[in-house]
T-cell receptor
Protein backbone atom coordinates (compact mmCIF):
# COMPACT_ATOMS: atom_id res chain seq x y z
CA UNK A 1 0.00 0.00 0.00
CA UNK A 2 1.15 3.50 -0.70
CA UNK A 3 2.00 6.08 1.95
CA UNK A 4 2.96 9.75 1.93
CA UNK A 5 5.41 11.56 4.19
CA UNK A 6 5.58 15.32 4.59
CA UNK A 7 8.69 16.28 6.49
CA UNK A 8 7.75 19.73 7.71
CA UNK A 9 4.73 20.05 9.94
CA UNK A 10 5.03 23.79 10.52
CA UNK A 11 6.85 26.35 8.41
CA UNK A 12 7.11 30.06 9.19
CA UNK A 13 8.38 32.46 6.54
CA UNK A 14 8.52 36.14 5.87
CA UNK A 15 6.97 37.57 2.72
CA UNK A 16 9.18 37.26 -0.36
CA UNK A 17 11.06 34.28 1.08
CA UNK A 18 11.34 31.16 -1.03
CA UNK A 19 9.37 28.07 -0.13
CA UNK A 20 10.03 24.38 -0.51
CA UNK A 21 7.82 21.78 1.14
CA UNK A 22 9.01 18.21 1.08
CA UNK A 23 6.90 15.24 0.08
CA UNK A 24 8.02 11.64 -0.29
CA UNK A 25 5.84 8.70 -1.15
CA UNK A 26 6.19 5.00 -0.79
CA UNK A 27 4.90 2.84 -3.62
CA UNK A 28 6.65 0.61 -6.10
CA UNK A 29 4.42 1.23 -9.09
CA UNK A 30 3.35 4.18 -11.18
CA UNK A 31 1.59 6.95 -9.32
CA UNK A 32 -0.36 10.14 -9.76
CA UNK A 33 0.75 12.97 -7.48
CA UNK A 34 -1.13 15.94 -6.14
CA UNK A 35 -0.76 18.95 -3.90
CA UNK A 36 -3.85 20.33 -2.23
CA UNK A 37 -4.16 23.55 -0.25
CA UNK A 38 -6.57 24.46 2.53
CA UNK A 39 -6.82 28.16 3.30
CA UNK A 40 -8.12 29.12 6.76
CA UNK A 41 -11.82 28.40 6.97
CA UNK A 42 -12.02 27.05 3.43
CA UNK A 43 -12.25 23.62 1.88
CA UNK A 44 -9.44 21.71 0.22
CA UNK A 45 -8.52 22.88 -3.25
CA UNK A 46 -6.31 21.30 -5.88
CA UNK A 47 -3.07 23.25 -6.29
CA UNK A 48 -1.36 21.13 -8.93
CA UNK A 49 -1.02 17.56 -10.14
CA UNK A 50 1.36 15.28 -11.98
CA UNK A 51 0.25 12.39 -14.15
CA UNK A 52 2.92 12.03 -16.81
CA UNK A 53 5.24 14.00 -19.06
CA UNK A 54 7.33 16.94 -17.88
CA UNK A 55 8.25 16.23 -14.24
CA UNK A 56 8.19 19.95 -13.45
CA UNK A 57 4.56 20.85 -12.95
CA UNK A 58 3.25 24.39 -12.66
CA UNK A 59 0.10 25.10 -10.71
CA UNK A 60 -1.97 28.05 -9.64
CA UNK A 61 -0.67 31.11 -7.79
CA UNK A 62 2.94 30.64 -8.86
CA UNK A 63 3.42 27.23 -7.26
CA UNK A 64 5.34 24.44 -8.92
CA UNK A 65 6.38 20.94 -7.99
CA UNK A 66 9.00 18.59 -9.33
CA UNK A 67 8.57 14.85 -9.55
CA UNK A 68 11.87 13.04 -9.01
CA UNK A 69 11.15 9.39 -9.59
CA UNK A 70 14.48 8.14 -8.28
CA UNK A 71 13.88 9.89 -4.98
CA UNK A 72 10.13 9.13 -4.78
CA UNK A 73 9.66 12.83 -4.16
CA UNK A 74 7.25 15.53 -5.25
CA UNK A 75 8.37 18.71 -3.51
CA UNK A 76 6.35 21.90 -3.71
CA UNK A 77 8.10 25.20 -4.41
CA UNK A 78 7.37 28.87 -4.76
CA UNK A 79 10.11 31.46 -5.36
CA UNK A 80 8.50 34.28 -3.36
CA UNK A 81 5.67 33.68 -0.89
CA UNK A 82 2.94 36.13 0.01
CA UNK A 83 0.93 36.59 3.19
CA UNK A 84 -2.06 35.14 1.31
CA UNK A 85 -0.20 31.82 0.95
CA UNK A 86 -0.77 31.16 4.65
CA UNK A 87 -2.55 27.81 4.60
CA UNK A 88 -2.14 24.11 5.15
CA UNK A 89 -0.65 22.13 2.29
CA UNK A 90 -1.24 18.45 1.66
CA UNK A 91 0.63 16.12 -0.63
CA UNK A 92 -1.33 13.14 -1.96
CA UNK A 93 -0.72 10.10 -4.12
CA UNK A 94 -2.74 7.38 -5.76
CA UNK A 95 -1.62 4.37 -7.69
CA UNK A 96 -2.04 4.73 -11.44
CA UNK A 97 -4.87 2.80 -13.05
CA UNK A 98 -7.82 0.99 -11.64
CA UNK A 99 -9.82 2.13 -8.69
CA UNK A 100 -7.31 3.48 -6.26
CA UNK A 101 -7.96 5.86 -3.42
CA UNK A 102 -5.99 9.03 -2.81
CA UNK A 103 -3.66 8.83 0.18
CA UNK A 104 -2.71 12.07 1.90
CA UNK A 105 0.26 13.17 3.91
CA UNK A 106 -0.16 14.71 7.35
CA UNK A 107 0.02 18.23 5.95
CA UNK A 108 2.29 21.24 6.42
CA UNK A 109 1.04 24.41 8.06
CA UNK A 110 2.60 27.45 6.43
CA UNK A 111 2.46 30.83 8.12
CA UNK A 112 3.72 33.82 6.15
CA UNK A 113 4.39 36.99 8.09
CA UNK A 114 4.19 40.38 6.37
CA UNK B 1 -24.91 21.07 -8.18
CA UNK B 2 -21.79 23.09 -8.78
CA UNK B 3 -19.84 21.55 -5.93
CA UNK B 4 -19.86 18.83 -3.31
CA UNK B 5 -22.41 19.61 -0.63
CA UNK B 6 -22.20 18.28 2.92
CA UNK B 7 -24.69 18.55 5.73
CA UNK B 8 -24.84 19.45 8.48
CA UNK B 9 -21.86 21.77 8.55
CA UNK B 10 -21.60 21.39 12.30
CA UNK B 11 -22.90 18.69 14.60
CA UNK B 12 -22.61 18.47 18.36
CA UNK B 13 -23.74 15.19 19.85
CA UNK B 14 -23.63 13.44 23.17
CA UNK B 15 -21.37 10.48 23.67
CA UNK B 16 -23.22 7.28 22.85
CA UNK B 17 -25.64 8.81 20.35
CA UNK B 18 -25.74 7.89 16.66
CA UNK B 19 -25.09 10.49 13.97
CA UNK B 20 -25.62 10.63 10.22
CA UNK B 21 -23.57 12.80 7.92
CA UNK B 22 -24.70 13.48 4.37
CA UNK B 23 -22.80 14.11 1.16
CA UNK B 24 -24.19 15.24 -2.19
CA UNK B 25 -21.48 14.75 -4.81
CA UNK B 26 -21.16 16.62 -8.07
CA UNK B 27 -23.69 15.32 -10.57
CA UNK B 28 -22.15 12.69 -12.84
CA UNK B 29 -19.20 11.95 -10.59
CA UNK B 30 -18.96 8.20 -10.23
CA UNK B 31 -16.41 8.11 -7.43
CA UNK B 32 -17.16 9.27 -3.88
CA UNK B 33 -14.83 9.30 -0.90
CA UNK B 34 -15.06 9.96 2.81
CA UNK B 35 -12.09 11.22 4.78
CA UNK B 36 -11.64 12.29 8.39
CA UNK B 37 -9.49 15.24 9.38
CA UNK B 38 -8.53 15.44 13.03
CA UNK B 39 -6.84 18.39 14.68
CA UNK B 40 -3.15 18.39 13.86
CA UNK B 41 -3.41 15.33 11.66
CA UNK B 42 -3.76 14.74 7.97
CA UNK B 43 -6.65 13.32 6.07
CA UNK B 44 -7.50 9.79 7.05
CA UNK B 45 -9.18 7.72 4.36
CA UNK B 46 -12.42 6.09 5.51
CA UNK B 47 -14.36 4.63 2.60
CA UNK B 48 -14.59 4.84 -1.17
CA UNK B 49 -17.47 4.19 -3.56
CA UNK B 50 -16.97 3.67 -7.28
CA UNK B 51 -20.04 3.17 -9.45
CA UNK B 52 -21.71 -0.15 -8.77
CA UNK B 53 -18.58 -1.81 -7.44
CA UNK B 54 -18.35 -2.97 -3.85
CA UNK B 55 -17.09 -0.09 -1.71
CA UNK B 56 -13.56 -0.03 -0.32
CA UNK B 57 -14.18 0.04 3.41
CA UNK B 58 -10.60 -0.56 4.43
CA UNK B 59 -10.27 2.79 6.22
CA UNK B 60 -13.25 2.54 8.54
CA UNK B 61 -11.78 2.64 12.07
CA UNK B 62 -14.35 0.37 13.72
CA UNK B 63 -17.64 -1.41 13.12
CA UNK B 64 -19.42 1.61 14.59
CA UNK B 65 -18.77 3.34 11.28
CA UNK B 66 -20.74 2.54 8.14
CA UNK B 67 -21.64 4.29 4.93
CA UNK B 68 -23.95 3.81 2.02
CA UNK B 69 -24.46 5.42 -1.30
CA UNK B 70 -27.95 5.35 -2.73
CA UNK B 71 -28.58 5.37 -6.46
CA UNK B 72 -24.96 6.13 -7.17
CA UNK B 73 -25.38 9.66 -5.86
CA UNK B 74 -26.00 10.78 -2.28
CA UNK B 75 -23.96 9.14 0.45
CA UNK B 76 -24.56 8.88 4.17
CA UNK B 77 -21.86 8.18 6.74
CA UNK B 78 -23.26 6.80 9.99
CA UNK B 79 -21.42 6.65 13.27
CA UNK B 80 -23.09 4.59 15.97
CA UNK B 81 -22.53 5.01 19.70
CA UNK B 82 -20.27 8.00 19.17
CA UNK B 83 -17.13 8.39 21.25
CA UNK B 84 -15.13 11.51 22.01
CA UNK B 85 -12.31 10.34 19.75
CA UNK B 86 -14.76 10.50 16.84
CA UNK B 87 -14.64 14.30 17.06
CA UNK B 88 -13.19 15.52 13.77
CA UNK B 89 -14.06 17.13 10.48
CA UNK B 90 -15.55 14.59 8.10
CA UNK B 91 -14.84 15.41 4.48
CA UNK B 92 -16.52 14.08 1.39
CA UNK B 93 -15.02 14.27 -2.08
CA UNK B 94 -16.08 13.17 -5.53
CA UNK B 95 -14.37 12.72 -8.85
CA UNK B 96 -15.45 12.02 -12.39
CA UNK B 97 -13.58 8.76 -12.32
CA UNK B 98 -11.13 7.24 -9.86
CA UNK B 99 -8.04 8.00 -11.88
CA UNK B 100 -9.31 11.48 -12.60
CA UNK B 101 -6.87 13.93 -14.06
CA UNK B 102 -8.95 16.60 -12.40
CA UNK B 103 -8.31 15.27 -8.93
CA UNK B 104 -11.01 15.24 -6.34
CA UNK B 105 -13.47 18.00 -5.46
CA UNK B 106 -13.96 18.32 -1.74
CA UNK B 107 -16.93 19.52 0.23
CA UNK B 108 -16.63 21.93 3.13
CA UNK B 109 -16.96 19.12 5.63
CA UNK B 110 -19.02 18.36 8.70
CA UNK B 111 -17.40 19.30 11.98
CA UNK B 112 -18.47 16.67 14.50
CA UNK B 113 -18.04 17.31 18.20
CA UNK B 114 -18.83 14.56 20.66
CA UNK B 115 -19.34 15.81 24.20
Amino acid sequence: AQSVSQHNHHVILSEAASLELGCNYSYGGTVNLFWYVQYPGQHLQLLLKYFSGDPLVKGIKGFEAEFIKSKFSFNLRKPSVQWSDTAEYFCAVNARGGYNKLIFGAGTRLAVHP
Amino acid sequence: GAGVSQSPSNKVTEKGKDVELRCDPISGHTALYWYRQSLGQGLEFLIYFQGNSAPDKSGLPSDRFSAERTGGSVSTLTIQRTQQEDSAVYLCASSLRPDSIYGYTFGSGTRLTVV
